[in-house]
């Protein structure tokens, strides 16, 4: 079975440092990858998606980017994280058939 | 504008009662749309997944509904218990070839002893 794993689960960084969040799906092959913010009481906000190796697409300008060095693995990064970065984000991945949506469990991002 | 709007924002229930849960789109071309529940500081895990040709569809005490003319889904759970407690989000897929996902903002269903 197909299973999604992201890490970290929680991070409290500084104004102006580094991000880095990984996600890696197992099980299945070609999937599209998605990551996505969840601010308080708000919807999803796609940021990036990839349906494929060096087939990155951002949704939304701003100071984070994605890269996916492998099949099933997806990275998001930051070079100098601000307070408006803090939320939790969610990596996800869908397959071909019919486009059901798989989470994984999620990494909160505290900025101070 | 691809929208789906969802009410009531919140809901406070007893348990062992039932509620039922709505959600209105303007997304087009449809391709489906999808329930999830998430649990406070996890991601979200999906219920059920309805194409325009499906009217209902349940999971255990979950049932979906769907009117593809009106463009209204509703998830109505009987029997709530204590674990039903979360953000219940409705998602609805436009029928294009990057899978583009239009997530509501989600009601968040409280359930009490």
């Known amino acids: 079975s197909q299973t999604i794993h992201q890490w970290p689960a929680t991070l409290v960084q500084p104004v102006g440092s580094p991000l880095s969040l990984e996600c890696t799906v197992e099980?299945?092959?070609?999937?599209?990858l998605y990551w996505y913010r969840q601010a308080a009481g708000r919807g999803l906000q796609l940021l990036f998606y990839s349906i494929g190796i060096d087939q990155i697409s951002s949704e939304v300008p701003q100071n984070l980017s994605a890269s996916r060095p492998q099949d099933r693995q997806f990275i998001l990064s930051s070079k100098k994280l601000l307070l408006s970065d803090s939320g939790f984000y969610l990596c996800a991945w869908s397959g071909l058939a019919v486009g059901e949506l798989f989470f994984g469990e999620g990494s909160r991002l505290t900025v101070l | 504008k691809n929208q789906v709007e969802q009410s009531p924002q919140s809901l406070i229930i007893l348990e062992g009662k039932n509620c039922t849960l709505q959600?209105?789109?303007?997304?087009?071309?449809?391709?489906?749309l999808r329930w999830y529940k998430q649990d406070t500081g996890r991601g979200p895990v999906s219920l059920t997944i309805m194409t325009f040709s499906e009217n209902t569809k349940s999971n255990g005490r979950y049932t979906a509904t769907l009117d593809a003319d009106t463009k209204q889904s509703s998830l109505h759970i009987t029997a709530s218990q204590l674990s039903d407690s979360a953000s219940y989000i409705c998602?609805?897929?436009?029928?294009?070839?990057?899978?583009?996902?239009?997530f509501g903002t989600g009601t968040r269903l409280k359930v009490l002893a």
């Open positions: 998602v609805v897929s436009a029928a294009s070839g990057t899978y583009k996902y239009i």
């Open positions: 099980g299945t092959s070609n999937p599209n």
């Open positions: 959600c209105n789109y303007t997304v087009s071309p449809f391709s489906n």
